[in-house]
């Protein structure tokens, strides 16, 4: 019932920047929660950042101080501002969002996830 897509993955060189973007579309009356993980061979999902619908956020010890999330709840998109880039964050970047659909049913939705590749 909702559908979220990521875009923004990529090669970068180490040090460098980018911009992940991850929109949610369907029966959306409310979303409570978006999150980016993120998932490299042979290792568990790892949770990168979280925000509430009030603004709270949380992150992983790996990307504080250098990753950033965001969200428009207006567009229903969040977004990962990814800075100062390590060859350890390769990971396939996967986007979920938590809430409620207009039919008043609990959803939770994962998108299918966008490749960021750092090279050394």
């Known amino acids: 019932q909702v559908q979220l897509v990521e875009s923004g993955g990529g090669l970068v060189q180490a040090g460098g920047s980018l911009r992940l973007s991850c929109s949610a579309s369907?029966?959306?009356?409310?979303?409570?929660?978006m999150a980016w993980y993120r998932q490299v061979p042979g290792n568990q999902r790892e949770l990168a950042a979280t925000?509430?619908?009030?603004?709270?956020?949380n992150y992983a010890d790996s990307v504080k101080g250098r990753f950033t999330i965001s969200r428009d709840n207006a567009k229903n998109t969040v977004y990962l501002q990814m800075n100062s880039l390590k060859p350890e964050d390769t990971a396939v970047y996967y986007c979920?969002?938590?809430?409620?659909?207009?039919?008043?049913?609990?959803?939770?939705?994962w998108g299918r996830g966008t490749q960021v590749t750092v090279s050394s």
């Open positions: 925000q509430s619908i009030g603004g709270s956020t």
């Open positions: 979920t969002a938590r809430g409620t659909t207009l039919r008043w049913v609990d959803f939770t939705s």
């Open positions: 369907g029966s959306i009356f409310r979303i409570e929660t």
